[in-house]
């Protein structure tokens, strides 16, 4: 790195850190010549990873879309943001895992809701009832019933 000072281009790292869903590092680092700190940053980008959309359409994966949508599910419930980030590295690491660089967008909403009812039935129930699009009352109560069957 440059130095913004100096311009030498000789530093030494002295802390490093990586954030809590592991995607990106930061470095303080202290230039060698003047000792100016400052600090860097390293993001792992995914590069080429989309969605496939229902009608055929792709679109960048957006992992910020994703949280934001679960984190709206989630108002007012005993849930906290550490858990939502967890399920979305849980999300984006299987079916990566299981379809590399194109992601049908059917899979992630029933892989986020696989996980979110293990964490919190209402907001699974408000999610599945947002992604779904629920057509028919009995449809929705026959999710809600499954819920509640023990071992579910
Ligand atoms: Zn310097």
Known sequence: MRCLKCTSLEDR????RVNKDGTSIRRRRECLKCGHRYTTTEEIL???????KRDGRREEFNRVKMLSGISRACEKR?????QLRMLVTDVTT?????YDDEIPS???GEEIMRKLREIDKVAYVR???VYKDFRDINEFMLEISRMDAPGA
Request: hydrophobic share 45%; aromatic share 4%.
């Open 13 to 16: 790292v002295v802390d490093t």
């Open 106 to 108: 059917r899979e992630i």
């Open 94 to 98: 299987l079916l990566q895992d299981k």
């Open 127 to 129: 999610f599945a009832s």
């Open 78 to 82: 005993p849930v906290d943001v550490e």
């Open 46 to 52: 995914r590069e080429g990873l989309t969605v496939l």
